[in-house]
């Protein structure tokens, strides 16, 4: 599971409104020379890891059968992406079907936990209405619930979606509503002084300041949703990455799983990526906002 | 309960008040001096018996205040003394009022913290809530005016001090407001700004012509813009001087310097002490 970025902005941090103190004092350009160059030095252990692992795949200290090497993984992908077997499909096909499950149940999920921080945040009745079945629902182990949910919604696509959803909704939820409550005060003041409606109040200060928030709350539920649909792959699938890796445990064929494992793997970082991207954009008028 | 009269009831830029050209004097409309000089028609806010009670406590008790059109009113008072609630009050952000207040045409606010949205780029935040037919075109104006239009497009968290402040004073201007009420908004600036400040505020009154409400804890600033001080005490006004001398002024103009003394033995200093 992603955690919170130690580097995200902290919520508080920056009074909204008011001067950060000092931030000025922080130049953008050390920070950034010394992020390139520790992108480098930071490359070094993984490198070693490929290494050794290469050597003792090879060397035959481990079977390969059990650990693959990685030249042997890449070279499966390949092998996976140009041949359409009859056991695995392609892994393009797999690919897509995983990640259109992902979509729906990220989509499904992030809107309801948007909208119910919206409704929380925004008024007492809502706040009484929605928070405390969260915070009840934050506390269910998600992945204790897959049995239930099969009982309830099968083995088809629902339970996985929802599962999906769920695990989306939550650090979502947490972190938007926390936005829109952290918003100052004082603007919100002065949005009354220069006479805003509802509707900008909404559009130009609550939303955006609670934004970082809702932000760090992304990149959470992004990881959340990445483990919630691995294991709902596990379930029983058709199509997909886990499917798979489950036809592959039946062959016994361990570079199969490992492909499907870096795929997952690459998946996650890509998203998280694209968070970052996003923060990037969207935080630019904080002075010294930089995410590596 | 606070009524509050929102809504054109005088044109605040017509003739009732003389254009005035760097004298004190030359406007002050009635016999100076008496308490209330000014006519019903030229009000612009009216406060009367205004109380406020946080806790048991009444910080602000029966009090009365009349502000004329294009008058440039100070406010001072020990800290504590009620100040930023009259002003909380005459800008309509406070519920919990007894007697009433009202006040005809635009208010316009700048606080003490800039207050501008950090998210919004400088000309957004000074269009921000701004109605009319090309609200950007007025932004920009408004911020050519304070010598901000240069910045228009940066950050709020990346200005100065006294650059964030012109930003908030070009963004409660061009609403074109009859009243404009002023939060201590060069108190954390530094002396050489705060002077600039002081020039700008000046210009830019002396051209639109808002009545403005000057909050501040400095009696010095007080006496370099006021039409009229008023001294916030016990919960009222405790005390008031009109000061007509034209503007700029001297700082030790023998009249300036016994008007100092005067309020500063209002506000308890002791003048045989270290002067504030």
Known sequence: MSTTNPRSPAVG?????????????????????????????????????????????????????????????????V???????????????????????????FALGAIVAVGLAIVAG??????????????????????????????WFGIGQLPKLLLIALGAAIPLYLNTYAGIRSVDPRLLELSRVLGLKRRELLRRIILPGALPEALVGLRQSLGVAWLALVVAEQLNTNA??????????????NDVIFVALAVYTILGLLTDWLVRVLERRALAWRPGFLVR | MASRLLGAVVPWRSSATAPNQGTA?????????????????????????????????????????????????????????????????????????????????TVAVAFQEPRLVPWMRVLDNVGLGLRGPNPTEMARGALAEVGLQERQAAWPLTLSGGEAQRASLARALV??????LLDEPFGALDALTRITMHRLVLSLWERHRPAILLVTHDVDEALALADRVLVLGDGHIAHQSRVDLPRPREREHPELVSLR????????????????
């Open chain 1, 13 to 77: 941090a920056v009074p909204a409104g008011g001067r950060l103190a000092g931030v000025r004092e922080q130049p953008l350009d050390p920070r950034r020379r010394r992020s390139g160059a520790r992108g480098w030095t930071r490359l070094i252990s993984p490198l070693v890891l490929l290494v050794i692992w290469q050597l003792v795949s090879v060397g035959g200290l481990i079977s390969k059968s059990k650990l693959p090497p990685p030249t042997g993984v890449i070279s499966e992908a």
């Open chain 1, 79 to 105: 092998t996976l992406i140009r041949t359409n077997s009859p056991a695995y499909g392609t892994l393009q096909h797999a690919l897509l079907a995983s990640l259109e499950r992902f979509a729906a149940g």
């Open chain 1, 122 to 151: 925004l008024s007492r009745l809502g706040e009484d209405a929605v928070d405390p079945l969260m915070q009840m629902i934050r506390t269910l182990p998600l992945f204790g619930l897959v049995p239930v949910f099969i009982v």
């Open chain 1, 240 to 253: 997909g990455l886990g499917f798979m890796i489950n036809q592959a445990t039946q062959f016994l064929q």
């Open chain 2, 25 to 105: 004097e030359s406007w002050s409309p009635a016999g100076a001096g008496s308490p209330e000089p000014y006519q019903a028609g030229e009000i612009v806010a009216e406060v009367s018996d205004l109380g406020r009670a946080f806790g048991s406590r009444w910080v602000l008790e029966s009090l009365d205040l009349r502000i004329a059109a294009g008058e440039l009113v100070a406010l001072i008072g020990r800290s504590g003394s009620g100040k930023s609630t009259l002003l909380r009050a005459l800008a309509g952000l406070d519920r919990d009022l007894t007697g009433e207040v009202s006040v005809h045409g």
């Open chain 2, 175 to 180: 609403r074109d407001p009859s009243l404009l």
């Open chain 2, 261 to 276: 003394n005067r309020l500063l033995t209002e506000l308890g200093v002791d003048m045989k002490g270290p002067t504030a």
